[in-house]
C-alpha cells in the first residue's frame, strides 16, 4: 500500500523560539531553551544537529512511504528556505509549507518572496501558546483581522492552509473562531493538526470540536497522537487507538490523514510504530484514503 506521510518536519538548524525563550541545539539530538531546560528532539538514526531530507527519504523508503508533506513552526524554528530547497529537490517526495510571524511588518516582502517568487502552496501556523504565534505574543483571535489577512492572501493565491491551535484549555484553543473563520472561505482548503490534541479524558470535547469544525473544506491529521494523548504509552499504543476510533465516528475516515510528526515523535517511538499502529481500525478502502488519497488530493493536487 502506497503511503504519504502528512506531517514531517525538516532541520536545517534547531532555531525555536517559544514560552521559554529561544531553543538551540547542544548535540545528542538534544536542545536547551533560554530557560535553562533540555528537551530531545532528534532520533539517532536522523541527526545529532539537524534533519536532512536526504535521512528522510531513507526513513520513508524502508517503510514504503511514498511522499512527504514538510510542516513548519516555531517549536524547532522557521525552515522556510530549506523546506521549500527540499521540495525542489526531490518534487516527487516532498510538497512543503512555509510559515511566517502575521505581525511582520514586512511580511507583503517575505510572501511575495516565499509565495509570489518561490512558488510555495502551503501555508501553516502553528498558533499554541507553548511554541507557536501566542507563545510570543498577546492572544490572537483566530478570526480577528491579523489571521483574516493571512487566510485572505492564502486564498487568493490557490495555497492549502494548515492550522495547529494547541490543546484545550490554552488561549489559542479557539475552534468556534476557526470555525467562523474556515465559514468566510468556503473554497480554500484547511488542515487541522493533531486532531485537535486531545489529552486522556479530553475524548469527548475532541469529538464534538472535530464535528463543529467539519466542513466541507476541512480535513484533520492525526499526526503524534501517542505522544499527545498519552506520553510515554508504549505500543501499540491503546489509548492513541482509542481517540483515533472516535475521531474517526466524528468525522468519519473520509477526513483523516495519517502524519507521523518526525523527527521528535521518533526521540520515543519508531517511524513504523507510528505507521502501523492504527491501521487496523480501517477497512482496506478508508486505509487506502486516510494513508495516502486524502493526502494527495489536499496537498498534491492528485
Known amino acids: 500500500m502506497k503511503i504519504i506521510d502528512a506531517h514531517v518536519h525538516l532541520v536545517q538548524y534547531i532555531c525555536g523560539f517559544g514560552s521559554r525563550g529561544e531553543l538551540r541545539a547542544i548535540g545528542e539530538g538534544k536542545a536547551r ?15 545529532e544537529y539537524d534533519v536532512t531530507p536526504e535521512k528522510v527519504i531513507a526513513l520513508m523508503d524502508q517503510e514504503q512511504v511514498e511522499k512527504a508533506v514538510i510542516l513548519q513552526g516555531n517549536y524547532l524554528g522557521f525552515q522556510n528556505e530549506y523546506a521549500l530547497m527540499a521540495e525542489k529537490k526531490y518534487p516527487n517526495r516532498f510538497r512543503a509549507a512555509i510559515t511566517y510571524d502575521p505581525f511582520c511588518r514586512n511580511k507583503k516582502l517575505i510572501l511575495e518572496n516565499l509565495v509570489e517568487k518561490q ?38 493565491h490557490g495555497m492549502v492552509c494548515v492550522m495547529d491551535i494547541g ?20 473554497e480554500m ?3 487541522v493538526c493533531h486532531v485537535l490534541m486531545p489529552q486522556k479524558g479530553g475524548e469527548a470535547r475532541m469529538e464534538e470540536d472535530l464535528r463543529m469544525l467539519a466542513l466541507p473544506n476541512v480535513w484533520f491529521d492525526f499526526a503524534a497522537l501517542p505522544a499527545n494523548v498519552n506520553r510515554g504509552e508504549t505500543y501499540p499504543y491503546a489509548a492513541a487507538r482509542e481517540v483515533l476510533k472516535r475521531a474517526k465516528k466524528a468525522v468519519g475516515a473520509d477526513r483523516l490523514m495519517f502524519g507521523s510528526d518526525l523527527p521528535s515523535t521518533m526521540v520515543s517511538q519508531s517511524y513504523r510504530h507510528l505507521v502501523e499502529y492504527g491501521m487496523d481500525l480501517f477497512t482496506e478502502t478508508e486505509r487506502e484514503k486516510v494513508y495516502h488519497d486524502t493526502a494527495d488530493l489536499v496537498f498534491f493536487g492528485s
Open 119 to 156: 512558488g510555495a502552496r502551503i501555508v501553516k501556523f502553528e498558533v499554541s501558546t507553548g511554541s507557536g504565534l501566542m507563545a510570543a505574543h498577546e492572544t490572537v483571535a483566530l478570526d480577528g483581522d491579523y489571521m483574516e489577512e493571512a487566510y485572505q492572501y492564502a486564498e487568493a
Open 189 to 191: 482548503k484547511f488542515v
Open 33 to 47: 531553551y533560554a530557560d535553562g531546560s533540555v528537551i530531545s528532539l532528534i532520533p539517532p538514526e536522523l541527526g
Open 167 to 186: 490543546r484545550a484549555g490554552t488561549a489559542s484553543y479557539q475552534p468556534e473562531a476557526l470555525r467562523r473563520a474556515i465559514l468566510r472561505h468556503p
